[in-house]
């Protein structure tokens, strides 16, 4: 079974804080997401990444930045965490071999700053 | 891009009761999924299903690609099966996945 793991699964913060979200895969997946969901606002794309050092911005990407140094961890960074970025954060991945996209879900991280 | 109609958005019923939840989109997809959200906020995987019919369990999907609508179906329901079913699509390869809004789902025991 795939399995997708986030480094916290609650986490408070206070403003202008640098936050680090960790989410590792452990199925060799190429492409890793980050989503952001709200409530009366669905899931909305933050970054994703396609490959190793590779990343491209999703709908939403103003206040934060993504790394990926290595094909099973993908990191989302908030440089000065703002009020407005309390959410549930999700990290998902995807294998694009076969032409088969099935995005598999990471147990999210509810974060609050305060 | 690719608009993601869900209905109903919520849906209350008697345990052991079937349900129907249903996706429209408004264009042509590669790529078609339905999660279960559960109370803990994990997505589930229930069905990737561009096209055709699947079943698992009391759960069963089907797509019609050419209509562009997907359809859930639950069997006897369970206290289990609340929380939010989500659809979802992509059309660009799996780089951009569109979510529904959802629908709420509540199982009275």
């Known amino acids: 079974d795939v399995k997708v793991t986030q480094s916290s699964r609650y986490l408070v913060k206070r403003t202008g804080e640098k936050v680090f979200l960790e989410c590792v895969q452990d199925m060799d997946h190429e492409n890793m997401f980050w989503y952001r969901q709200d409530p009366g606002l669905g899931l909305r794309l933050i970054y994703f990444s396609y490959d190793v050092k590779m990343k491209e911005k999703g709908d939403i990407p103003e206040g934060y930045s993504v790394s990926r140094e290595k094909k099973e961890r993908f990191s989302l960074i908030l440089e000065s965490a703002s009020t407005n970025q309390t959410s549930m954060y999700l990290c998902?991945?995807?294998?694009?071999?076969?032409?088969?996209?099935?995005?598999?879900f990471g147990p999210g991280t509810r974060l609050t700053v305060t | 891009g690719i608009q993601v109609e869900q209905s109903p958005p919520d849906l209350i019923l008697q345990e052991g009761a079937n349900s129907t939840l249903r996706c429209n989109f408004s264009?042509?997809?590669?790529?078609l999924q339905w999660f279960h959200q559960n109370p803990w906020g994990q997505l589930i995987n229930l069905f990737y299903i561009p096209s055709g019919t699947k079943q698992n369990g009391r759960l069963s999907a089907t797509t019609v690609a050419t209509e562009r609508y997907s359809l859930l179906y639950i069997s006897s329901s369970q206290t289990t099966d609340s929380g939010v079913y989500f659809c979802a699509v992509d059309d660009t390869g799996g780089f951009k996945t569109i979510f529904g809004a959802g629908t709420r789902l509540f199982v009275k025991a």
């Open positions: 998902a991945s995807s294998s694009i071999s076969d032409g088969n996209y099935e995005q598999y």
């Open positions: 264009d042509s997809v590669n790529n």
